[in-house]
T-cell receptor, first 115, second 112 residues
Framework: DVKVTQSSRYLVKRTGEKVFLECVQD?????MFWYRQDPGLGLRLIYF???????EKGDIPEGYSVSREKKERFSLILESASTNQTSMYLC??????????????FGSGTRLTVV | AQSVTQPDIHITVSEGASLELRCNYS??????LFWYVQSPGQGLQLLLK??????LVQGIKGFEAEFKRSQSSFNLRKPSVHWSDAAEYFC??????????FGAGTRLFVKA
């Protein structure tokens, strides 16, 4: 089975800090995604990448950036953390064009608290 | 606009009873359809998917879903619920182009 590993399950950061969330997948998936999940708002796409060094904005990219230097690793960066970025962050990967017929494999999530 | 509606925010069923979770979508063509499950504090796990062919699809953990084009629905079912099925369930639609629309989720409670 494909495994998607997020480096931290829980993270507490201070306002204004630069925060890195790391995600690694152990299969040869082209596509990787970052979502945030908030009660009542569901899953919202922040950024996605369909190839190394390629990235596209999702629905809520403001305040975030991403990096994909290697195929297996997709990092989410909070340039200057703010309290409204307190959330559950989910990384996912998929094989092929878009989600297509394959579906996503999700990591276990990182619960980030910004104080 | 494309959308996914899960009408039930939460559902409570008794262990051993049957389950049906509803999902309706709004899209001009037949999309790719998915159901995911999320246990507390975890990521989402793919239960099953539909993209063509037989409209009744089987998934993991004893779940199945039926695609009904005329009703724009993709309801998830299980004949006998186990306490370990308590979780949140998300219906999702992929209309192509890397954009997936998730429903708001239905939380399932199982009572003994």
């Amino acid at each position: 089975d494909v495994k998607v590993t997020q480096s931290s399950r829980y993270l507490v950061k201070r306002t204004g800090e630069k925060v890195f969330l790391e995600c690694v997948q152990d299969m040869d998936h082209e596509n990787m995604f970052w979502y945030r999940q908030d009660p009542g708002l569901g899953l919202r796409l922040i950024y996605f990448s369909y190839d190394v060094k390629m990235k596209e904005k999702g629905d809520i990219p403001e305040g975030y950036s991403v990096s994909r230097e290697k195929k297996e690793r997709f990092s989410l960066i909070l340039e200057s953390a703010s309290t409204n970025q307190t959330s559950m962050y989910l990384c996912a990967s998929s094989l092929g064009s878009g989600q297509g017929a394959y579906g996503y494999t999700f990591g276990s999530g990182t619960r980030l608290t910004v104080v | 606009a494309q959308s996914v509606t899960q009408p039930d925010i939460h559902i409570t069923v008794s262990e051993g009873a049957s389950l049906e979770l509803r999902c309706n979508y709004s899209y001009g063509a037949t999309p790719y359809l998915f159901w995911y499950v999320q246990s507390p504090g975890q990521g989402l796990q793919l239960l099953l998917k539909y993209f063509s062919g037989d409209t009744l699809v089987q998934g993991i953990k004893g779940f199945e879903a039926e695609f009904k084009r005329s009703q724009s629905s993709f309801n998830l079912r299980k004949p006998s619920v186990h306490w370990s099925d308590a979780a949140e369930y998300f219906c999702a639609v992929d209309t192509g182009g890397f954009k997936t629309i998730f429903g708001a989720g239905t939380r399932l409670f199982v009572k003994a």
